[in-house]
């Protein structure tokens, strides 16, 4: 085959791509702050996450009035003033910041001995697959999806959500307070920094539906495993130093994140994998992409013609995307999921026939046609294994 010009697709997919993230466009009256007295799981006005004295110190050099900060009134979003290096991520819980006309307004590790052979990837890119319809995941997610879940927080343009999901934590079994996302939804790159206000919702609306049927369903349905705020967040290198909003090229190779989350005593103790019902390996080591036979996208699509409120999916039989031959190759599948699906995970079959986690949406065309994401290779274990590590002595 007659390789495609490099050239050529990195001009077509600056002026197509997207990144697959909703902003200031989501279902009306979701509620999923309603009635939070009901929830055991509901960490929204839990303890405060406490900043740590170096990142106090470094806020006040750069002028930020600490009090105004942990309020959420602190909007200064200069890149000057804005935390932005690893190890920076900081997250006040604000109670009741996402309360239910917030959410209305909001819109779319196993250690292989000998490495998958995956070279011939390497800078390929094959023909554009066939578009695949998204179908409503089968409900409820508690079952047939634990652990899928929405992810909101704040940027300079306003309030805004992806999707996002559990991972199992090697320093935990079965008790992970990890949560696997897209780097575009949680750091703005090489001319932002953190965003702020990170929060998950695993499992929402449990029950699938349309936004309309969600107005009137109880709390539990809205949010049956609480809302947990993150404590701690990791993004690739790459991302930090050139990474950038819409349309996210050409770091998209690297558009992948780890968060760790809050658990409050208002859980009886209990982990986020343990609320949410279930959690995923995460396959640093996945094969060449011929060798896969299929690939599942799941996520919370927000723009038309969805609405947010349900759950979907595409499956279709991966290829591979490259705009950089230095780069890593992508992901590539058919898919009509739209903004708000970013970050939402992609799974194989593992060899147990349970889903793995491979990568995670990153972008896409519009009209929606198909979907991209991130080979996890080398760079995502070492951002894992660092986060694993650093919270291997804690509960």
């Not at 554009?128 to 652990?147: F, N, R």
């Not at 343009?157 to 696997?180: I, M």
């Not at 950038?244 to 103790?269: C, I, N, Q, R, W």
């Not at 491979?358 to 519009?366: F, L, Q, T, Y």
Request: with cysteine; net charge neutral.
């Amino acid at each position: 085959m007659r390789p495609i010009r490099r050239s050529v697709l990195a001009a077509a997919a600056l002026t197509a791509v997207v990144a697959l993230t909703a902003t200031g466009c989501g279902p009306e009256g979701d509620n999923a702050d309603a009635k939070p007295s009901q929830s055991a799981a509901d960490t929204s006005g839990g303890g405060e996450i406490k900043i740590p004295q170096d990142i106090q110190d470094k806020l006040k050099e750069h002028g930020v009035d600490l009090d105004k900060w942990k309020n959420g009134e602190w909007k200064n979003w200069d890149r000057d003033k804005w935390l932005r290096e690893a190890g920076e991520f900081i997250n006040p819980i604000i109670k009741n910041f996402w309360n239910p006309d917030k959410i209305e307004k909001v819109k779319p590790p196993k250690d292989p001995s000998k490495p998958e052979d995956i070279s011939e990837d390497q800078g390929k890119t094959d023909p554009e697959p066939a578009a695949v319809p998204a179908q409503a995941v089968k409900t409820p997610y508690t079952a047939t999806a634990p652990g899928v879940g929405l992810l909101l927080f704040s940027t300079p343009q306003g309030e805004s959500r992806c999707s996002a999901t559990v991972v199992k934590d090697p320093a935990h079994p079965g008790k992970s307070n990890l949560v696997w996302t897209a780097a575009h939804c949680v750091h703005a790159g090489k001319n932002g920094g953190w965003y702020r206000n990170m929060m998950f919702v695993p499992n929402f609306n449990r029950t699938g539906g349309t936004a309309d049927q969600l107005k009137t369903k109880p709390f539990e349905d809205r949010v049956p495993s609480g809302k947990w705020w993150a404590d701690d967040m990791a993004t690739s290198n790459e991302w930090i130093k050139d990474g950038g909003a819409v349309p996210g090229v050409p770091m998209a190779p690297y558009d992948f994140a780890l968060m760790h989350v809050k658990p409050e005593e208002s859980t009886g103790g209990k982990s986020l994998e343990e609320v949410a019902g279930g959690a995923y390996e995460v396959d640093f080591n996945a094969p060449a992409m011929a060798k896969i036979p299929s690939l599942t996208a799941q996520g919370y699509p927000a723009e038309a013609p969805f609405d947010g409120a349900a759950q979907q999916q595409c499956t279709d039989k991966p290829t591979r995307l490259s705009m950089d031959a230095k780069k890593p190759t992508m992901y590539r599948i058919g898919c009509t999921m739209t903004g708000g699906s970013s970050g939402g995970p992609w799974f194989i079959k593992g060899a147990d026939g349970k889903p793995v986690l491979v990568s995670n949406m990153s972008m896409g065309p519009r009209p929606a046609r198909w979907s991209a994401g991130p080979h996890l290779g080398p760079e995502a274990k070492t951002m894992f294994d660092t986060m694993s590590k650093k919270w291997a002595s804690k509960s």
